[in-house]
């Protein structure tokens, strides 16, 4: 029985349109948790709540810079799940943040608070394919759905287990390098996109290197979607507030529905 | 016997692992692949024993300290990974790595570096095997090592400045991370201690094994037996398990010392951080915390994972020394030996100068893992010109 991440992206994708899921740092700013029913309102089918790590080595600049503010403002797992299970988004709901935060809490543990807090998916972008055997078996108990990533260093073979281990969706990575907006869309984000497509019946979206609209319908072509992260938190950080995020988010949706 | 090989999934017991991002994954099993590989090929083996004796120096001498010895009432004898080329034991760990990842067709070494030790020695490496060479460096540790910078730059390397976080050590690693996922097809990251994912922390030792061999046979033939401690600084933990793997079989106590404010073994709890699962300080959220040490070397709030391991089978165990001991611990080996040792070994030899009681007509080898040029200028500051 697939979870609500993977229905949305599903539903969105039996009706003909390009899946958008959307980061946000939580804990970034008063209002971070209007900022999410903004996106949402905006148009996203999936967002991303990202937990800040003291150590984030998947990502670049933009969102370390996030998560430093975020935990200098003393933002922790669990006031940000607080504030979470309060929010009332309107769309599914993943958490992204990095393994010592769920191992330190106790995978069990996690799992159950993702839940109480009504969040459906985690990804956690440093527990590769082998690893993740004690926190999915968690994560499953618990009915979270766990979305792995998928590297064009991968071999078809390693990308087809991947596949068969992800739930939700597979989140192709679109270049080799960590989060952050490039001038222009990596040639090998279509690649992975098109690779994953054949593997699996998963919707398959790209991201790392998605940062505008332009990029994103180029990037959603070969597969059912994308995740757009650093381009929107830097909104955040520059003080869009809910609004002018809700705004950027909008011009995303709008570019992926050919409007 | 040596120290015991890691399950096929990399762990000590429970510590270890290979936890990162998935770009890295076929990375980190190329390099498993082709170090099994080079290991067992006669020709590899042959080239880096040449470059270890003929352009390193090894096997480094041991040197039994009289002077001190009866000032604090034990037989200390010091391996003095001092006196290799570049001046620590990193050299034993690069020259290998290079020579691999040279055979591995990678045109760029990545390294990180603390005290800048580790980074001198990559960039020695790659000049000499005509590589690229990138040293990610704290900003904190910039500013208290130039001289190590500076030599990073003469040797042709590129020096990085991480101004994320605590801007040491662990930042460091986190660029060097960074950059190795973007450039992992001409890359090779040349990691520096016992630590980060599987193959490293075992392939690291093996490189290191060397010293241990050493060690043994030369203080056996000093003393016509075992020592009864080894004692070695631990941040990484990469000289400490060098020295370690020669006497894990004897009748010997083994004993890692770790500065008060990086006590990963002392006062840290399990966690997974720069890929593996280990002794860790970090808050009760799972938030890493920034280690404070007198020494860049071992700035370092986490320890490789098969430290963990000995320590939680009770193998070896770990002391911790504050910044104040180190510096008098500094001062004392030069004045009595004449031999200014690096803030890191100065480390072991503070417990072995604070525990003296204890160690009372006992032998003990120390790892003297690096010489204390690079500290000159940071102790004039702490010191103000005077002596002791």
């Known amino acids: 029985m697939p979870g609500p991440v993977e229905r949305a992206l599903r ?33 996203a089918d999936v967002i991303e709540i990202g937990v800040p790590f003291s150590d984030p080595v998947m990502d ?30 309107g769309a599914p709901l993943a958490v992204m943040t990095y393994y010592n935060i769920a191992f330190r809490a106790g995978l069990e543990r996690f799992a159950a608070s993702l839940a109480a807090a009504g969040v459906s998916g985690c ?6 394919l082998e690893e993740t055997g004690p926190w999915v078996g968690a994560a499953d108990d618990a009915g979270i759905e766990t979305i792995l990533l998928a590297a064009p260093t991968g071999s078809d073979e390693r990308l087809a287990r991947v596949c068969a281990r992800s739930r939700g969706f597979v989140y192709g990575v679109g270049l080799l390098g960590v989060t952050g907006v490039r001038s222009e869309l990596a040639a090998s984000a279509s690649v992975i996109a098109a690779r994953l497509k054949k593997l699996t019946d998963l919707p398959v979206l790209v991201g790392v290197g998605v940062g505008t609209p332009e990029q994103a319908v180029q990037a959603a072509a070969a597969g059912d979607g994308v995740v757009v992260g650093s381009a ?9 507030g809910p609004t002018g995020v809700g705004e950027l988010v909008s011009r995303f949706r709008a570019a992926l529905d050919g409007v | 016997m040596r120290l015991s090989d890691p399950t096929p999934e990399g762990r000590f017991g429970e510590f270890g692992g290979r936890y990162v991002p998935e770009t890295l994954v076929p990375a980190c099993e190329g390099l498993e692949t082709a170090f099994r590989a080079a290991w067992a090929d006669p020709g590899f083996r042959s080239r880096l024993d040449g470059l270890l004796a003929d352009y390193a120096g ?44 040279q055979r591995m067709g990678k045109t760029r070494l990545v390294a990180e570096t603390g005290a800048g030790q580790h980074g001198v020695a990559t960039a020695t490496a ?46 460091a690693i986190n660029e060097a991370m960074r950059d190795w996922v973007a450039t992992v097809e001409e890359s090779h990251y040349c990691l520096g201690s016992v630590m980060g994912p599987h193959p490293y922390p075992w392939m690291v030792r093996t490189f290191h094994e060397v010293l241990g061999h050493e060690a043994r046979e030369q203080s056996e033939a000093i003393l016509g037996t075992t020592p009864d401690v080894v004692t070695a600084c631990v941040g990484g933990g990469s000289n400490a398990i060098g020295i370690f793997s020669g006497f894990v079989d004897a009748d010997t106590e083994l004993v890692g010392v770790e500065p008060a404010g990086g006590a990963a073994v002392g006062r840290g709890v399990p966690g997974v951080v720069h890929g593996s699962q280990s002794y860790l300080m970090q808050d009760e959220f799972g ?7 007198i020494s860049a070397g071992l700035d370092y709030p986490g320890v490789g994972p098969e430290h963990s391991h000995l320590a939680a089978i009770g193998r070896a165990r770990y002391e911790n020394v504050t910044d104040a001991e180190v510096v008098e611990a500094f001062q004392l080996l030069s004045r009595t030996e004449g031999i200014i040792p690096a803030l890191e070994p100065a480390h ?5 100068s604070r525990d003296r009681a204890s160690l009372a007509g006992r032998s003990v080898v120390l790892n003297l893992s690096g010489r204390g040029d690079k500290d000159v200028a940071q102790m004039m500051d702490i010191l103000g010109g005077k002596r002791a």
């Open chain 1, 123 to 128: 990804i956690l972008p440093d527990l590769p």
């Open chain 1, 232 to 240: 929107v938190v830097q909104r955040m950080l520059d003080g869009a």
């Open chain 1, 11 to 43: 539903e969105r994708r039996d009706t003909g349109g390009k899946a958008l899921v959307v980061y946000v740092t939580g804990g970034l700013g008063d209002d971070w948790t209007d900022t999410v029913r903004a996106v949402a309102d905006a148009g």
């Open chain 1, 60 to 89: 670049g600049p933009t969102i370390q810079a996030a998560n430093d503010r975020a935990l200098g403002s003393g933002a922790t797992p669990s006031s940000i799940l607080n504030q979470v299970r309060d929010l009332d988004a």
């Open chain 2, 126 to 171: 790659a000049a000499l095997l005509d590589m690229e060479c990138c040293v990610y460096m704290g900003e904190v540790d910039i500013r208290r090592q130039e001289l190590n910078v500076f030599r990073m730059q003469l040797l042709g390397a590129e020096v990085k400045t991480a101004m994320s976080g605590s801007r040491t050590l662990k930042d």
């Open chain 2, 58 to 101: 090894r096997p480094s001498p041991m040197t039994e300290c009289e002077n001190l010895s009866a000032e604090l009432g034990c037989r200390l004898l010091l391996k003095r990974e001092d006196l290799n080329h570049t001046g620590s034991h990193k050299i034993n760990n690069v020259l290998g790595q290079a020579l691999l990842a």
């Open chain 2, 348 to 352: 072991a030899l503070a417990w072995v």
């Open chain 2, 287 to 293: 938030q890493v915390l920034e280690a404070e040490s």
